[in-house]
């Protein structure tokens, strides 16, 4: 089992920063992979960023690409999505998954825990 608590959503205005955490706990060598989504409302959740906790390897969505970093802190199995340059299409429930194969990371069937989500409202 894995544990994922999410930290850090909030209100910003457009053009502030945020930055989100994931705590993981439990099994957490047994998932190589940590993603990043998100779900706006009536909308599908969709892939944000991945990296994986040996070598850093990242992934982004094309719509985050150039402002947001996706990073990790390994002695503290936690992972963060530094967001800057906000806008209001960034708002949505962000939630943290853990996954195993790389060759996948931005399909979320590739991710089996998830963490309970995090709010990032972004106001014009």
């Known amino acids: 089992q894995v544990q994922l608590v999410e930290s850090g959503g909030g209100l910003v205005q457009a053009g502030d920063s945020l930055s989100l955490s994931c705590a993981a706990s439990?099994?957490?060598?047994?998932?190589?992979?940590m993603g990043w989504f998100r779900q706006a409302p009536g909308k599908e959740r969709e892939f944000v960023a991945a990296i994986t906790w040996i070598g850093g390897n990242t992934l982004y969505a094309g719509s985050v690409k150039g402002r947001f970093t996706v990073s990790r802190d390994n002695a503290k199995s936690t992972v963060y999505l530094q967001m800057n340059s906000l806008k209001r299409e960034d708002t949505a429930v962000y939630y943290c998954?853990?996954?195993?194969?790389?060759?996948?990371?931005?399909?979320?069937?590739?991710?089996?825990?998830w963490g309970q989500g995090t709010q990032v409202t972004v106001s014009s």
């Open positions: 439990g099994r957490t060598f047994s998932r190589s992979i």
């Open positions: 998954a853990a996954g195993q194969t790389w060759a996948y990371a931005s399909s979320r069937n590739n991710y089996d825990y």
